[in-house]
């Protein structure tokens, strides 16, 4: 079972269990210090009984930013969650949300909240994401504009696959007026394992993250980077793929709010300034982007976008952590974290997030218009109406 080798680090001082967002609305809850370094050493001794609630972590992975001596909190707390006693009704619904491109091209199972929550343990509360209107060809397609030496990667990550296809558009655009020709990788509907490993499929990750990497190497040869648009895909492929599966790529990869950064000139975000704004702009960075890159680039990229400048929505986990929403057993959690988010604006605006499911969740709880930050910045430049 073991996928890495982890020395007993803990220096048992708890400053995960404080930055832990699930901890602080549920009361219920033990924290990432129980279930993450101590159930790990009494599993080492022998212990196989998973702990009641382990199920609950988002793996937002803040616990393991916070970790003063680097454990691996979070990624300990999925080793565990594979020995929950789950019904096989609950094994079937969290292996189908670990795979959102089926739901997409089956329309008929995106009704099921409403029409099979109970027996399929899908919140019926939390609004369930729309299939994309048109049945795009996400093959192997190259821009129709050439710039040698200058071809980037989209890696079209199963959500925005089948349910986001406005924010491909939107960033295919935007890389495109930035010079590169673009490929979206991978050819095939590939996940990247993220959601199995979030959910303690870790086995199920393993599996699906190698057809993936190998579908992706087969395409990166000629590609100065692949360039990620949900901020879970990123940090799985830049860190947990050869981390915990050996997996490595060739080529950079890069949030695209980053590489927009790193290669836009002055004239780009000084047209973008130009443009009115529809309101105060919040940011919210993905947990995951927080945990790896920090609060602030995409609050940059907005800032140097904007004339009137954003705002940092002041919450941790919006809920939505992946599929996390999407489960019964974590509707009011999911909820209660989200709700802040709700609180935290005080002035009529829009929500940029890196992520799909933040954007529904938050825009569900809040009752304004979230985002991808492509999507805000291709409508800016074109003036349309794309978010309403």
């Known amino acids: 079972m073991r996928r890495f080798e982890y020395e007993d680090a803990c220096i048992k001082c708890s400053i995960c269990v404080t930055a832990c967002p699930v901890y602080r609305v549920d009361q219920q809850f033990p924290g990432p210090k129980a279930l993450g370094p101590d159930w790990y050493r009494r599993h080492q001794a022998g212990e196989q009984k998973a702990m009641e609630h382990v199920i609950d972590c988002t793996f937002c992975q803040l616990c393991e930013e916070a970790c003063p001596v680097d454990v691996p909190i979070a990624h300990l707390i999925a080793e565990h969650k594979q020995f929950a006693n789950q019904s096989p009704r609950l094994k079937l619904r969290d292996y189908l949300l670990t795979h959102p491109q089926w739901l997409a091209m089956a329309p008929s199972l995106v009704k099921a909240p409403k029409q099979l929550g109970v027996p399929l343990g899908v919140s019926a509360k939390t609004q369930w994401p729309t299939p994309s209107p048109t049945k795009r060809n996400y093959r192997h397609q190259s821009t129709r504009r050439h710039y040698d030496g200058r071809t980037v990667g989209i890696y079209v990550d199963c959500f925005t696959r089948g349910f986001d296809s406005e924010t491909l558009l939107a960033a295919t655009a935007i890389l495109q007026r930035l010079g590169f020709n673009t490929v979206n990788l991978p050819t095939a509907s590939h996940c990247c394992g993220a959601a199995a490993y979030a959910s303690g499929l870790i086995g199920e990750a393993e599996r699906t993250a190698k057809v993936t990497h190998r579908a992706l190497r087969r395409m990166t040869s000629q590609l100065e980077a692949i360039v990620t648009l949900n901020a879970t895909c990123d940090d799985t492929l830049r860190v947990e793929w050869p981390r915990y599966f050996g997996l490595?790529?060739?080529?950079?990869?890069?949030?695209?709010?980053?590489?927009?950064?790193?290669?836009?000139?002055?004239?780009?975000?000084?047209?973008?300034?130009?443009?009115?704004?529809?309101?105060?702009?919040?940011?919210?960075?993905?947990?995951?982007?927080?945990?790896?890159?920090?609060?602030?680039?995409?609050?940059?990229?907005?800032?140097?976008?904007?004339?009137?400048?954003?705002?940092?929505?002041?919450?941790?986990?919006?809920?939505?952590?992946?599929?996390?929403?999407?489960?019964?057993?974590?509707?009011?959690?999911?909820?209660?974290?989200?709700?802040?988010?709700?609180?935290?604006?005080?002035?009529?605006?829009?929500?940029?997030?890196?992520?799909?499911?933040?954007?529904?969740?938050?825009?569900?709880?809040?009752?304004?218009?979230?985002?991808?930050?492509?999507?805000?910045?291709?409508?800016?430049?074109?003036?349309?109406?794309?978010?309403?």
């Open 248 to 388: 490595t790529l060739s080529v950079p990869v890069t949030p695209f709010v980053e590489f927009v950064l790193a290669n836009a000139n002055p004239s780009f975000f000084a047209e973008l300034r130009s443009r009115p704004s529809q309101g105060v702009l919040y940011t919210h960075a993905t947990c995951r982007s927080k945990a790896a890159k920090g609060e602030g680039t995409l609050f940059s990229l907005v800032q140097q976008a904007s004339e009137q400048g954003p705002r940092i929505l002041e919450i941790s986990c919006c809920g939505a952590a992946g599929s996390y929403a999407f489960k019964s057993e974590h509707t009011e959690v999911a909820r209660a974290l989200g709700g802040r988010a709700a609180r935290a604006i005080d002035e009529p605006g829009m929500i940029l997030t890196d992520s799909g499911t933040c954007a529904i969740h938050l825009e569900e709880l809040t009752g304004y218009r979230s985002v991808h930050p492509a999507r805000w910045m291709q409508s800016q430049l074109s003036s349309t109406e794309v978010l309403q």
